[in-house]
């Protein structure tokens, strides 16, 4: 008994305190620098209240957003320099600066890892988003063919009606307001769009099966706000009840949804128009062995919602800031859409192909407010990263989008300036080729409904400035904050004047 109390004692002394002091001395003789280490939660404490803290007021527009979204990791950086660390409960976290760096690390994608979510997270994200290794590959090759520009094509008319539906809306609201908070609506659009295409003709309970992910999402990051204790979410509570309760109706849902698609497969029906369809269809062509399960496929599924939704929703919600903001690139980019489809012309794909100032505006969008600010990976075994850095199996990695983004030896003095002209030649040319700006991650992660979300926010720009020149309420509150993605935290009311 005393051996193994002893035993324990040393396993938990080894695990809170010696391991993460050893992890620290390696990383210091390395020159790279953090705060020292403290028991069990590091900074995770401190960078908490700080965010907090730094999120109790809205700010001007012109001022910088650093402070409010990834306060901690800048007072790092501000204080020890580029080559830092922060200490992420007993965990070590490298941030990584050097855009060389970043281009190694995501390129490995067998080795830096994705750290693994806990129990609550694996409720929302599954899939292909949290996979490794061979069952990584596997589901990426059968998804890939869903996203391919072909298929993508074909869902422009889902895109159109879904961006229809929401000028008609605008109209409404105008004839009691001048002032709509399009927030709302424009993440409306975006489940709708992904309804639509992901569901096609099941459009309905395509809907329905959003609204049980969105009310699980609130679920999930209440769990996830309070520190997990192993097992706990297999107690009786309400909110785990509820949780359960909705994955069992979301199963339910989908599980019907697949059995109908994969019966009228068998049966020799081809609907290639959704992306469930192109999906089962995909998964069809590996035979049962090699291919996915329902259940696995259902992971999927729910993945679509979860990645594309917020995140091409709050795209589309900073791109109509940042028009408001900078009226001449909104007459600019108006312009250049009403030369290409005329006052009501239905946006087609050739013709959003063509629009450049509208292509520039959105990465320079993607640029200053990337929906996903900050990618982690971790590693399993000691790493040798660049020329020289030695990295020690159980050290995360911190890959901060908007710090890349933001950063004036990168971007110039004029790096936090909204300057869609630095587009004007396209991505490569304004990163000279390094990996600094990378919204949609890099390598052969990269997000795989890159090309679904610039189509459908080409599509819906190009729509609100054929009928709509806008600019900000004066009742805004500019309050980007983060929960997940970067969300306007007091709503995004706007002066809507009908064209
Ligand atoms: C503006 C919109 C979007 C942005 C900025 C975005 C951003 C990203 C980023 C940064 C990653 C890489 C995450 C990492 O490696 O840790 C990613 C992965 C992913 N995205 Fe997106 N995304 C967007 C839209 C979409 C859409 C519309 C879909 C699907 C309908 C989607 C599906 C996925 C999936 C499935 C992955 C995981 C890919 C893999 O690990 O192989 N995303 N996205």
Redesign the pocket.
């Known amino acids: 008994m005393v051996a193994v109390a002893g035993w324990w004692g040393w396993r938990t002394l080894e695990w809170m305190w010696l391991k993460p002091k050893r992890m620290e001395k390696h990383l210091r003789s390395q020159g790279i620098k953090g705060n020292p280490y403290r028991i069990f939660f590091g900074d995770f404490k401190d960078s908490a209240a700080m965010t907090k803290q730094n999120q109790t007021n809205p700010i001007a527009i012109s001022d910088d957003i650093i402070p409010r979204l990834l306060p901690f990791i800048q007072k790092t950086i501000n204080t020890y320099g580029k080559k830092t660390f922060m200490w992420f409960g007993y965990m070590p976290r490298v941030h990584i600066m050097e855009p060389k760096l970043v281009k190694e690390v ?1 390129s490995k994608n067998f080795v830096y890892l ?1 750290p693994k979510s806990n129990p609550f997270g694996r409720m929302l994200v599954g ?3 949290i ?1 490794e290794h061979d069952q ?1 590959a596997k ?2 090759k059968i ?1 890939n063919p869903a ?1 391919r520009m072909e298929k993508i094509k074909l869902m422009l008319p889902a895109f159109h009606v879904s961006c229809v539906e929401m000028i008609n809306s605008w109209e409404k609201a105008l004839k009691e307001s001048k002032e709509v908070d399009v927030w709302p609506y424009l993440q409306n659009l ?1 489940a709708d769009v ?1 309804s639509r ?2 569901f096609g003709s099941s459009y309905k309970e395509g809907r329905k099966i959003f609204q049980l992910l969105t009310l699980q999402t609130g679920l999930v990051t209440q769990a996830l706000s309070t520190l997990y204790i192993p097992g706990s979410r297999f107690l009786p509570t309400k909110r785990n009840m509820r949780m359960k309760k909705i994955v069992k109706e979301l199963e339910h849902l989908l599980t019907n949804m697949i059995n109908k698609r994969v019966e009228g497969l068998k049966n020799g029906e081809t609907n290639n128009e959704d ?1 469930l369809s192109i999906l089962l269809e995909s998964n069809f062509k590996q035979g049962e062995i090699k291919g996915m399960t329902i259940k696995e496929v259902i992971e ?1 599924c729910k ?3 979860f ?3 917020e ?2 929703a ?2 589309l919600l900073w791109t109509m800031v940042l028009l408001a903001q900078h009226q001449e690139w909104q007459h600019r980019a108006r312009e250049e859409v009403l030369r290409v489809f005329g006052n009501d012309g239905d946006p087609n794909f050739d013709g959003i192909n063509r629009l450049k100032i509208v292509t520039m505006i959105l990465n320079e969008v ?1 640029r200053l407010y ?3 600010i900050e ?3 971790i590693i399993e075994e000691d790493m040798k990263l660049g020329e020289s850095l030695h990295l020690q199996a159980g050290t995360s990695l911190s890959l901060p ?1 908007l710090l890349l983004h933001h950063d004036k030896e990168i971007w110039g003095e004029d790096a936090k300036e909204f300057k869609p002209e630095r587009f004007a030649e396209g991505i490569s040319n304004a990163t000279k080729g390094h990996v600094s700006y ?4 890099w390598g ?7 090309n ?3 189509l ?2 080409k599509m819906a720009v190009a729509m609100i400035l054929q009928r709509f020149s806008f600019e900000l309420s004066p009742s805004y509150a500019h309050a980007p904050y983060r929960i997940v ?1 970067i969300k306007p935290q007091f709503g995004a009311p706007f002066i809507l004047h009908r064209l």
């Open positions: 995501m994705k899939g292909l988003g996979y990584w589901h990426r998804v996203f975006s992904i295409t992901a992306l999927e993945l679509f919602y990645a594309g939704q995140t091409t709050v795209l993607l990337p929906p996903i990618m982690t990976r989008i990378f919204p949609f991650g052969p992660r990269v997000c795989i409904g890159q679904f979300a610039l459908e926010a993605t």
